[in-house]
């Protein structure tokens, strides 16, 4: 799918530029008309692409006096490396911080703190590397570690801080922001993800080259400021995150489904946070915020011909580069059943099931959303007084991806004792479905209940952008029109065929939370 986005998008290119302003206008019309007549959904999505790769998505609403914009980076966690996790949602704070032109009071000055403070922080680098011996942890509890620390160590840190701190004196906190409510911008949020990393604003209409200007800075110039003091943010996300019971054993199944992938890596481990350095945050950002690995997407107040222009005047000077490295790994085979037990008193005692699915752009990954929301009533009905039941698709943080992902049956007991037979309930439904075929009255009230619930997002217009953005980077924004229509025409007998080869004991992972002493 890939390698088709990239050949349509040359030959798209190729008109526009040779065809004349003519016939660019039809071959822009072309893109949007592609969807089919015959199709539940209307997305009248219009695209250009740039000389350097710049991908511009436009839904226009006329009349809308607002405009919602994003800007998706086809980066995030899938591209960390071991030791680094988090680094890509540190690098979303760091690019918070400003430029030269947006945040800074006296940037020839700043200018050369921030180069001294590279310096000391590529001696600390070759510290830790001389005292490594010293310094690597050898036992299995964190229980054997020769010296924390060495006094070239302290000094070197000591010294980032002192011109860090006067670094601070020369610049001014959440530029970005401050610019932005000045002229009425509204939700201005960030996310980043496994797959992608986002900024976002809604905004007057007339006001979107403000958006164009800070974004085109942001993405081209950003300056990694007050780098230790934000580190420490991220640890206290993650402390929220580990406090919360079941945040441990989520993580312990991520990982007993998936052993290469880093889909299944949570946003940084405690020992992560203190390795990010400058240089490895530097080099994320210079490898995949270009051109060519960057889409903007527009819903409300404006129109393709006039966005043209205007993203053009602050995104067009910049050179295409190199193809950012893309996620390549894959998973194993599914080759045996996996078991977790997890003791605990502070999780309800609890059942869950997970199997492989397909990622985004996979012809079965859509029949598993109909699958879910047909399934949900049965099983909770067979379980009756047992438990609860929850089916969801989420690893980590989010539902789909572009690589294989996991559906996640969750039976949630009152009493430890019904745990083995929950378990029991549980597969023995999932094995019936391959004999008895969900009803054919349900499967459509599953469908209805998903079409429903894309009309209503499709009515907000910053849900609807970030479902255009989240399906371009993993797959292609016209992924989403087949993915939409795929569900509406799944039948009982889709649901049986993913049953028999998705719902198989080698591809099965089963977590049982457990009392302790139990």
Known sequence: MTNYRQDKHNKTVLRMRNLGPALLCSSLLFVADAFSADSNYSLPIREHVFDNGLTLLVIERPGESRVVSKIFTDMGALNETPGQFGAAHFLEHLMFKGTPTLGSLDWEREQGLQAQIQAAEDALEEEKNRARNDLRERGVFHDYQHAETTPRIDELQALIDSLNQQALELNQEGPMKIWYQAYGGSRLTATTEQEYMKFDLD???????????????????SVFRNFDAERMVLVEQR????????TD?????????????????????ANDFNQYTRRYERDLYERYFVPNNTTLIFIGGVTLEDMIPKVDRYFGHMERKPEPPRYQAREPLPSAEKRLTWRSEKLAPRVEVRFQIPGVGHPDRPLFDVLAESLQPALQ????????VSINTRVVHTERFGVPGSINFEVIVRDPADLEGAEDVLLSELERLAQMPIAEDEVALARKRLRTDWYRLQADPNKLAFQ????????????????????????????????????????????VVTPEGA
């Open 468 to 511: 255009i953005g989240h399906f371009q980077v993993m797959d292609s924004w016209q992924t989403l029109q087949t993915y939409l229509d795929a569900r509406d025409t799944t039948t009982p007998a889709d649901i049986v065929r993913l049953v028999d080869t998705y719902f198989i004991p080698r591809n099965r992972s089963v977590g």
């Open 239 to 246: 402390l929220g995150d580990v406090n919360r019971p079941e």
């Open 381 to 388: 009905s067979s379980l009756g007084e047992l438990g609860s």
């Open 249 to 269: 054993f989520r993580e312990a199944m991520n990982s007993l489904v998936g052993r290469v992938s880093m889909v299944y890596v949570p946003e940084g481990y």
């Open 203 to 221: 905004l007057p209409a007339d006001r979107v080259e403000l958006f164009l200007r800070v974004e085109a800075d942001r993405m081209e110039n």
